[in-house]
């Protein structure tokens, strides 16, 4: 059976969902091979192989961390050249997108990004995407080349699926351009206990209508209820409330959880363009014709500062 | 000293508008109203603000790659502020991917001549957030891309990228491809004067011979990639709203129950 690369995504060795997600997706056109980079990437063999992957490629150097992506194509690269894949898959982040894109041109294949599905076919894999602010579902293929496509989080269950999981170091020779850009300082981001955005069951976000910082205490709270993560809508990032780095939306993260609840949060296209596929939607709005109303499943006309608290008691006090 | 900025800046369908697929399963742009990508007035602008705070001669030119229409774009960007501007345009582009894009791009950039490329984090259409590296890749020069804040001074780009894992600073050597994102500043919005100045500016038109490609190296037929469907989502169902009246945080919890969310 033909072998399909996937790009692992980790830190210091613990592997993130997307990357075990799609082990799952790789499984369907043929037999993945891990390629893990940088520190750690040893100590990811574990929990690949307990997703499926039959080889895992293994690589360090100080490249991967001080300088800015160049040093990651590169191994890739070599990934390729030594496995002759019948794919490269790699997950959808910011970083990931520019290592399979600049992959994709060195090896004269075409690219497709963002996937949220995909499935074996007669001319190679077949990678749904999803457009327009989530408002068409596409199906694509690469036409030439080694198809190289990047998924979403949350694109598919992560199934356990034992395989050999063998490591086995891979020979990397970094290019002239490997150290063009460098990393002069990297601050990394705290930790606040929450599940992270992309990656959790449940959402819950605050917009413009929670009118201050201070009040996001009432959003995180309802998420801790759920444990689940807190979103933001750009107006209320803009404003200072909440960090960028929790924004839901086209210049923010995509989610698509199994719950999303918007609260102040008028439901703007760039907005939608985030959360549309959140399997089931549930806002609360002051006002009756805010356009997120269109999309909800559930929604409660009133004021969030009296409907919040209440479902934050009334979750407390089921889950007793 | 001088400093030559290329601003890459596409022209896109309104995201407000109905956007969808023609036959042939390429963007139709003929129903919707086309403007500049939102997120590449944020390019023009950090470009404005290099040169305003660089001691240099800064010319800024803008170049897109699209069809007639797309000259709105560009006078969009000059009225911002920009000195010139480039349009690629050629019938046997329509239907061209990512890595023909970047190609057309490319090569016109290198015929322009730059000294610093700057795009946008992502267009509003494709959003695919890949020309800005293809770029690089493609004229072997650094990526310093995504970045929420920049500056160049004596021939080095330095700026900050937030990741989700760190903030990071990041520095390279001019030529160099930058992008940036929507949290680099506010962008500018064209002055009256700006408006009247942009239509004296001048406005280069290349096709395909001009970059020296082949008309197969583009477009549909050329593309790396193809399309095979495009389905409208069917529209949401209608949910339940309720009013709250006093009870309406203990009535979602009674649906989220029943959700088994709870
Ligand atoms: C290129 C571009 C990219 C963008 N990217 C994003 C993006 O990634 N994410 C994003 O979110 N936006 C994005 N935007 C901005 C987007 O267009 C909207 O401006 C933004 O989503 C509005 O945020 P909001 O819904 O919080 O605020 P508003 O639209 O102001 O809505 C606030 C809502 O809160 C309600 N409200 C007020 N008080 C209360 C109360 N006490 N109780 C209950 N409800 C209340 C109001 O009725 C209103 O519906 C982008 C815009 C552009 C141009
Ligand atoms: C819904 C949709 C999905 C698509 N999916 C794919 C796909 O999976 N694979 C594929 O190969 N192609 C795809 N395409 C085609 C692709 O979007 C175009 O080739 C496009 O011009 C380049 O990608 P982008 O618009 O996503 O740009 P991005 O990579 O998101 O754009 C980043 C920056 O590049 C610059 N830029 C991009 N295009 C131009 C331009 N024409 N002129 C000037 N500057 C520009 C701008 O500065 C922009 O801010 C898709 C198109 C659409 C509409």
């Known amino acids: 059976m033909a072998e399909v690369l996937v790009y692992v995504d980790h830190v210091d060795g613990a592997v993130r969902k997307p990357t ?3 082990l799952t997706l790789a499984r369907r056109i043929g037999e993945p091979v891990a390629v893990a980079l940088g520190a750690g990437a040893e100590s990811t063999a574990a929990a690949l192989a307990e997703h499926g992957a039959t080889r895992v490629l293994t690589h360090d150097a100080a490249e991967y961390a001080d300088y800015l992506v160049v040093p990651k194509v590169d191994a890739l690269q070599a990934a390729v050249a030594a496995v002759s894949p019948a794919a490269v898959l ?3 982040s910011a970083e990931g997108k520019e290592i399979a894109a600049r992959l994709a041109l060195r090896i004269g294949s075409g690219i497709i990004t963002d996937a949220v599905d995909l499935e074996a076919g007669d001319e190679g894999p077949v990678a749904t995407q999803s457009v327009f602010a989530a408002s068409f579902s596409t199906k694509s293929r ?54 992270e955005l992309t990656e959790a069951a449940i959402v819950v976000s ?34 200072g409330w909440y960090p960028h780095t929790n924004q839901v939306g086209q210049t923010g993260k995509s989610v698509s959880p199994q719950l999303y609840i918007a609260n102040g949060i008028s439901g703007a296209i760039q907005h939608r363009a985030g959360m ?27 004021d969030l500062f009296d409907v919040v608290p209440q479902l934050t008691e009334e979750v407390k006090t089921r889950k007793g | 000293m001088s400093l030559r900025i290329v601003v890459t800046v596409k022209y896109v369908p309104d995201a407000t508008g109905d956007r ?32 305003e705070n660089s001691d240099d001669d800064v010319e800024i030119t803008v170049l897109t790659v699209g069809p007639e229409d797309a000259k709105d774009a560009l006078r969009k960007a000059l009225s911002m502020g920009a000195d010139k501007a480039i349009h690629v345009e050629d019938d046997d582009l329509h239907g061209t991917d990512v890595i023909g894009t970047s190609l057309v791009l490319a090569k ?53 990228r937030d990741g989700d894992a760190a903030s990071e600073q990041l520095e390279a050597s001019l030529p160099a491809v930058v992008s940036v994102t929507d949290q680099s500043g506010e962008a500018r919005y064209p002055s009256f004067k700006g408006i009247m100045a942009a239509k004296k500016k001048p406005v280069q038109s290349w096709d395909l011979s001009d970059l020296d490609l082949e008309a197969g190296e583009v477009g549909l037929e050329g593309a790396w990639t193809a399309v095979d469907s495009a389905t409208q989502r069917p529209a949401r169902t209608a949910g339940t709203i309720v009013k709250d009246e006093g009870e309406g945080g203990k009535q ?3 649906f989220l129950a029943g959700q088994k969310f709870i």
């Open chain 1, 20 to 22: 075990l997600e799609l």
């Open chain 1, 90 to 92: 790699v997950p959808s």
């Open chain 1, 142 to 195: 690469v036409s030439k080349g080694t198809p190289v496509i990047t998924v979403k989080p949350n694109s598919a269950a992560v199934e356990a699926a034992p395989a050999a999981g063998a490591v086995e170091a891979l020979a990397v020779t970094f290019s002239a351009q490997a150290t063009g850009t460098k990393v002069t300082g990297r601050t990394p981001r705290e930790s606040t206990g929450r599940p």
């Open chain 1, 206 to 239: 605050g917009g413009r209508g929670v009118n201050g910082a201070e009040n996001f205490g009432l959003i995180e709270a309802l998420a801790d209820s759920l444990g689940a993560a807190v979103g933001a809508s750009r107006a209320a990032v803009d404003a």
């Open chain 1, 276 to 302: 549309q596929t959140s399997k089931t939607i549930v806002a609360v709005n002051k006002d009756a014709e805010a356009p997120i109303f269109d999309l909800v499943d559930y929604g409660v006309v009133g």
């Open chain 2, 20 to 51: 969808h697929f023609a036959d042939d399963l390429t963007v139709d742009r003929d129903d919707v109203d086309g403007l500049l990508s939102e997120l590449d007035e944020y390019a023009v602008e950090q470009a404005l603000q290099i040169s």
């Open chain 2, 108 to 160: 016109a950039i290198e015929k322009a001549g730059y000294d610093l490329v700057i795009s946008g984090l992502a267009s509003t259409d494709g959003t695919m957030g890949v020309v800005p590296a293809l770029l690089a890749e493609r004229l072997g020069v650094p990526q310093v891309t995504l970045l929420s804040e920049v500056s160049v001074e004596d021939g080095t780009v330095k700026g900050r």
């Open chain 2, 252 to 254: 979602l919890a009674e």
